[in-house]
């Protein structure tokens, strides 16, 4: 009887706390947050009035499907090599210069974004910005925050630049009345201007308070700070090792790692070798100096201290063996996983040596290390698993030997171009015109474009589903009915009084900024989907109560929750820059906080000129 007489607008913000909460402290991975909201709703029906169909209505949304269709023309795209071709045209461009530099970064990155998903954008560019700040030698942290801003910035350019415009379309269908979504290019000069705005900053004040976290040119060995856990051993004659081969001395010491054997001038790589170890060779390990010196005196091996071991002993001779740093993706298998549980080790012949984790380091208790998304990884790999990582999407590689070699290796063997570009290209151009002339809905035109990608040979089936991050896909599709339980209930009013009430003491300008900064600072925290669904009914609802410009503060939301540059969760392309930029999350609060305050001014002042109030 108790629990009937509670109000049905206090179940939902009380299932919107927790869900705040969750995603917050991210106790469990946001699109399995969403799932369980889904399951809530349901169960709590007669509090929520979500049955069962309009708690599954976000995967038959035209917003999610049309997000699905996205990712796989990105990765047509993608697939052509045209984004990494211009990378290598970056590099020519700059010259060494540490200003050209840092131009062409933004310049490029954004447009580019515009059109095509940023994240694998930014996922080629990583390795790419960081050879430019070798040649330039300044330190990359330098380039790696502005090609994460200027991505998100290039999203403002046009309704398919980010996930969150296509689902503010969407809620202008359905709660807007007159409005059959947002026009492919209707926001366009708005967008223009703010990235215009936004690049100004980052090259001026952005590039003046953005750290050297990373040194110029630093060796990995030393970025790492791994001096002490790499080691050189000699092979005496009366060694126990000799005769052991490189499989069964792993067995035997786990705490200890052989990475390389070095013989007569020729060295191969150690992990999963069955050679045999001989009197005379000089073995490359791993491990902390504890457990490096217990071994050696057991072994009877002696420490060449003369001849630290540095990135150089890993590339100075061809192995089969390569010293790489990648990241762990958000959307990645791995997260979750302990070092030990991936398999790195046992199925793709590849030791973590060390973690970085924003500022902290992790060298010890490798294999009982649970990843997390943004990690940096630096890894003894081989060239086969690095393109299974790469071709799967379990770690983004950002440095690796086969990217230091810009300046010397022909283009065509670094960048090559698939013979599809052009068709490729001419199809994602065809979705976007079809769009803009109101031809067909997006959601069709994406969709026909997939169809014809894949028909002519851009992509196949299985790279275009590879290509969607599912993870994203869920969040959208958990949160959709999250929404729709707030305006069912009155919630979205409840919310929206407030800024009601503020328009007695500030002018109707005042609200729309108020309402900007805080879909901003949300979107900082939980993610800009979820920040679209819960405050986009909330502003929309507040214009109305006011007599003002619905469409207007809808656009409010949609660029505050697109433009998340304080924190390196809000976005995924600040985290994926995160690790190999070596920042701290006080960096992103620095650089981002005023980039953010200064773009909510001009989009707010921009909303009321061009679409009044």
């Given amino acids: 009887m108790f629990f009937s007489e509670i109000p049905g607008v206090a179940v939902v913000f009380l299932l919107v706390l927790v869900t705040l909460i969750a995603f917050i402290t991210e106790i469990l991975p946001n699109d399995i947050t969403a799932i369980a909201v889904v399951t809530a709703l349901v169960v709590l029906e007669p509090w929520t009035t979500v049955g069962a169909s309009d708690a599954i209505s976000g995967f038959a949304n035209p917003a999610t499907v049309t997000i699905i269709a996205m990712y796989m023309l990105s990765a047509g795209i993608q697939d052509t090599g045209i984004v990494a071709r211009l990378g290598v045209y970056l590099a020519d461009f700059t010259a060494g210069q540490e200003f050209r530099a840092l131009v062409a970064t933004v310049c490029a990155t954004g447009p580019i974004a515009g059109f095509v998903n940023n994240t694998p954008v930014v996922a080629v560019f990583v390795p790419m910005v960081i050879e430019l700040a070798e040649n330039a030698n300044i330190s990359p942290s330098r380039l790696l925050l502005p090609l994460s801003y200027a991505a998100i910035l290039g999203g403002l350019l046009t309704l398919i630049g980010t996930s969150t415009n296509i689902l503010a379309s969407d809620f202008a269908r359905l709660l807007i009345d007159g409005r059959d979504g947002i026009g492919m290019f209707e926001f366009t000069g708005l967008g223009l201007v703010l990235f215009i705005v936004g690049l100004a900053y980052l090259l001026t004040v952005g590039w003046r308070l953005i750290p050297a976290r990373i040194p110029a040119d630093v060796d990995a060995v030393s970025e790492f700070d791994l001096d002490n856990y790499l080691t050189r051993l000699q092979v005496r004659p009366d060694s126990t090792v000799v005769g052991t081969s490189i499989d069964a001395f792993d067995e035997a010491h786990p705490d200890v790692r052989i990475l390389q054997v070095r013989r007569d001038g020729d060295a191969y790589a150690g992990p999963h070798s069955d050679r045999p170890i001989e009197a005379g060779d ?329 679409w009044g109030l």
């Fill in 282 to 610: 000089t073995l490359v390990v791993h491990g902390s100096l504890q457990a490096v010196n217990q071994f050696r005196e057991a072994a009877t091996l002696r420490q060449r201290v003369r001849d630290p071991v540095t990135e150089d002993t890993f590339e100075s001779t061809a192995t089969d063996g390569v010293l790489a740093k990648a990241v762990v993706p958000e959307h990645s298998a791995y997260v979750g996983e302990t070092v030990t549980e991936t398999g790195f080790r046992d199925y793709h012949r590849t030791t973590v040596l060390a973690v970085r984790r924003g500022g902290e380091l992790i060298r010890t208790d490798i294999p009982e290390t649970v990843l997390q998304p943004g990690d940096l990884l630096l890894m003894r790999t081989t060239p086969a698993s690095i393109r299974y990582f790469t071709d799967t999407g379990g770690l983004i590689v950002v440095d690796e030997s086969a990217f230091k070699r810009l300046a010397t290796t022909d283009i065509d063997e670094i960048a090559p171009l698939s013979t599809k570009t052009p068709v490729a290209v001419g199809i994602l151009a065809g979705v976007v015109l079809v769009a803009a002339l109101d031809l067909l809905p997006i959601v069709i035109a994406a969709l026909a474009g997939v169809v014809a990608m894949v028909v002519t040979g851009c992509l196949t089936p299985s790279d275009a589903y590879r290509a969607v991050s599912w993870n994203v896909v869920f969040l959208l599709a958990g949160v959709i009915p999250l929404g729709i339980a707030l305006e069912e209930t009155g919630g979205a009013a409840i919310v929206s009084g407030i800024l009601v009430s503020a328009a007695e003491i500030m002018p109707l300008i005042g609200v729309l900024f108020s309402l900007y900064v805080m879909a901003s600072l949300l979107a900082s925290v939980i993610t800009p989907v979820a920040t679209i669904v819960l405050m986009i009914p909330v502003g929309v609802d507040a214009a109305a109560r006011l007599g003002a410009n619905e469409f207007a503060f809808l656009l409010a939301v949609m660029f505050a929750s697109a433009t998340s540059f304080m924190t390196p969760v809000g976005y995924q392309t600040n985290l994926m820059v995160y690790g190999p930029g070596g920042y701290r999350f006080t960096d992103f609060l620095k650089v981002g906080g005023p980039l953010q305050l200064l773009l909510a001014v001009v989009a707010t002042v921009g909303i009321s000129l061009v």
